[in-house]
């Protein structure tokens, strides 16, 4: 009897052990190791969140592994996932891994279009792999559910750049510029303006260039930089700023005035203490105005996250 009575308790211990292990993987979502992972991410501890995200994702699979107490895939497991997914993309996208990156982006949008995160992140992964028309793609659904999104229509216009596409570069850079005059002053307005002024003074097709327009534009963005940009890495940006002014009066025939604003961009940028290579740069379009000759160039615009 002693012999029985101690095997039904091993037996009561085991189907005791096993529904309590049953009911904890059940309940593994993975939540704790996505909030590390994006702790990592935030600091740029790109394999650390790797690491946490991949755990994530086991733990959520593990939990579809239980018997008894088994939900399943319930929304919050499979929303999860998509976090886990997305955070991998992040963290391969700044280890500049982008095939990884774009690879695990789609897995979240395969499974919920809608995840507007994976979908901006994915298009700028797109960008970098150089696959412009993929990033204006990801942008157009973006803006289709958000028009009035300022950085998606800005990102969209540096895709079309690329793409060679300058009209709708233009319309696209008009649209942020304005969106971004109407909203609170940002950094990010200042660039965004001088890139349409820029590509107006210097487009490679000469039809779409508005000297005057772009005079315009680059005039705002001066007056506002050197009032808040007193920084090393703000007169630097002025710099470039002026540079932009000099080429559209140089555009709108004024290069007398170029010279002279040209002269005011190089001074600034020797007190930025930019690189020789950076400064001879500007001594070409010195050079370039002073012979009353306009400037044509292929634009690398600035990207903003």
Not at 63 to 73: M, P, V
Not at 167 to 191: C, F, H, M
Not at 276 to 292: A, C, G, M, S
Request: with cysteine; hydrophobic share 40%.
């Amino acid at each position: 009897m002693k012999k029985i009575f101690n095997l039904s308790n091993l037996v009561t211990v085991i189907v005791i052990g096993f529904i309590l292990f049953q009911l904890y993987i059940s309940n593994l979502d993975g939540s704790k190791m996505i909030r590390q992972g994006d702790t990592q991410l935030f600091h740029s501890e790109y394999d650390g969140a790797i690491a946490s995200f991949t755990t994530a994702l086991e733990e959520i699979k593990r939990s579809g592994t239980a018997f008894f107490f088994d939900k399943g895939y319930t929304i919050d497991k499979m929303q999860n996932r998509l976090k886990a997914w997305h955070g991998m993309g992040s963290a391969y996208a700044g280890l500049k891994n982008y095939e990884k990156a774009h690879e695990y982006l789609t897995r979240v949008l395969q499974e919920n279009p809608f995840y507007i995160k994976s979908r901006a992140k994915r298009a700028s992964v797109a960008y970098n792999l150089k696959n412009y028309q993929g990033a204006v793609s990801d942008y157009s659904d973006i803006l289709s559910s958000a028009p009035k999104d300022f950085y998606s229509l800005y990102h969209r216009g540096n895709a079309y750049l690329k793409l060679q596409d300058y009209e709708k570069a233009i319309v696209d850079y008009n649209q942020a510029v304005s969106l971004g005059a109407n909203g609170p002053p940002r950094p990010e307005t200042l660039y965004i303006t001088n890139t349409l002024a820029r590509l107006l003074a210097t487009c490679p097709r000469k039809s779409l260039r508005n000297g005057s327009r772009a005079v315009e534009l680059s005039e705002k963005i001066i007056s506002t930089a050197q009032k808040n940009f007193t920084t090393p890495q703000g007169t630097l940006a002025l710099s470039w700023f002026k540079d932009t002014l000099a080429a559209a009066l140089a555009q709108a025939g004024q290069f007398e005035k170029a010279v002279e604003t040209m002269e005011d961009a190089i001074s600034l940028m020797k007190k930025s203490q930019a690189s020789p290579r950076t400064v001879n740069t500007l001594w070409d379009h010195l050079v370039l105005f002073q012979e009353r000759k306009t400037l044509t160039e292929e634009m690398d615009p600035m990207f903003f996250h």
